[in-house]
């Protein structure tokens, strides 16, 4: 059974930055297409960037282009997100999830983590 675990939320002021972790449990990580999702407070969970296995092709939602940074280490079993610039509409729960297609949709991804809280402050 594959675990995700997801680091590194917290409150930042507008403009500030923070770097989510989402540690794999297991050795298959290096198989799996990977993507953060965010849900804002009563709102439906939302794509916010997709890595493949690889790591040669990455997507981010519009909303982030030019802020965030996804990347992984497959090595140690990690994906990352960093995020710049931030805004308080960035504000939400960020979950880490596993797929095996490279897909923007949740309904493509297997696996999901607890979710790390991120709050902008304006």
């Known amino acids: 059974q594959v675990q995700l675990v997801e680091s590194g939320g917290g409150l930042v002021q507008a403009g500030g930055s923070l770097r989510l972790s989402c540690a794999h449990s297991g050795r298959t990580f290096s198989i799996y297409q990977m993507g953060w999702f965010r849900q804002a407070p009563g709102e439906e969970r939302a794509f916010v960037s997709a890595i493949t296995r690889s790591a040669g092709s990455t997507h981010y939602a519009d909303s982030v282009k030019g802020r965030f940074t996804i990347s992984r280490d497959n090595a140690k079993n990690t994906m990352y997100l960093q995020m710049n610039s931030l805004k308080p509409e960035d504000t939400g729960v960020y979950y880490c999830?596993?797929?095996?297609?490279?897909?923007?949709?949740?309904?493509?991804?297997?696996?999901w983590g607890q979710g790390t809280q991120v709050t902008v402050s304006s």
């Open positions: 999830a596993t797929s095996r297609t490279y897909s923007i949709r949740s309904t493509d991804y297997d696996f």
